[in-house]
């Protein structure tokens, strides 16, 4: 569909067509070109190392029309660095940061007309990713590998204010192994996440709370998102664990809090100390916040707040970030990169 025929304001969180994506592979101990592409399907070896042996990486990062027309891409840098992490933990290879930057700015510049205009509460949603393209058959690193950023708009998350939601902590599966590759954002841990999702749902909860996978004693994040939590006594407290995903919404919150006057403190939260937070919320790229009005564990439900609004520090955060996302706040980190 051409980009002037959408509806901004009620797309929901999937893939549309654009104009095209950008890619570049690796050969022969070095990154080839980038190029732009149109076909959305790529040729692929049957063998290849991604379809068998996992070696696939992502990331996700938005990118906005801010109040005084400009598009900005928001920490893509963060974003090269943790791509640079995973690619380390599944020894592969990634771009460096400038080639990183530029395909984001390459892929978002060609599908300009799909960057939602301000107002519209929409964004331009990047997915870049890495995958091992060698036909591996013994186990070993591929030799080869595909970047790929490809985009596509996305609607504003809450349409019709925040709607607080209901989590479940997950006893009966781990998303991550203790040592294992929870710190990387690895295409397997979203596959390995889907099953204790499903299940939720089923039993009504639209997300699932992932406990520490050494002890299930700590709480470790939501399925795609990382836990915060508000106490009544100022402070903005969230996991310290290496089972995690570093998430770039997350530090920045921590920015904004300290910024704000809130202690941000972080280190393990234990399942049983949850009693201590006035407000919870689970944050990342997509929604930036979605409040948490409950979790529960076992027979045990822990409410937090209004079922119907998000507390004020929460609401506070959510404003504060999304303002310097839109250019309505002074950008005084530096963390908005043009296109
Ligand atoms: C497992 C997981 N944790 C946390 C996050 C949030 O990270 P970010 O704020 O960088 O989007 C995501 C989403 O990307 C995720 O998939």
Redesign the pocket.
Known sequence: MPAQNLDWKNLSFQYLPTDGYVGCDFADGKWGPLQVKQDPHIPMHIAANCLHYGQAIFE??KAFTTKDGRVVLFRPDR?AD?LANSARRLAMEAPPLELFLEACRKAVAHNRSFVPPYGTGASMYLRPLVIGTEPTIGIKPSSTYSFIVMVTPVGPYYKDGFKPVDALVMEEYD?AAPKGTGQA?MAG??AASLLPGLEAKKKGYPIVLFSDPKENKYVD??????FLGITAAGEYKTPDSPS???????ESLQVLAADMGLRVVRAPIALDALEQFAEVGA????AVITPVYSVTRGARKLTFGRPDQAGETLTRLYKALQGIQYGEIPDTHGWLAPV
């Open positions: 996700g990062l974003n943790r998303r954002k841990n979203y994040e939501f399925g795609t998102s990382n995690i995903l570093q998430s770039i919404t997350n944050c990342g790229t997509a």
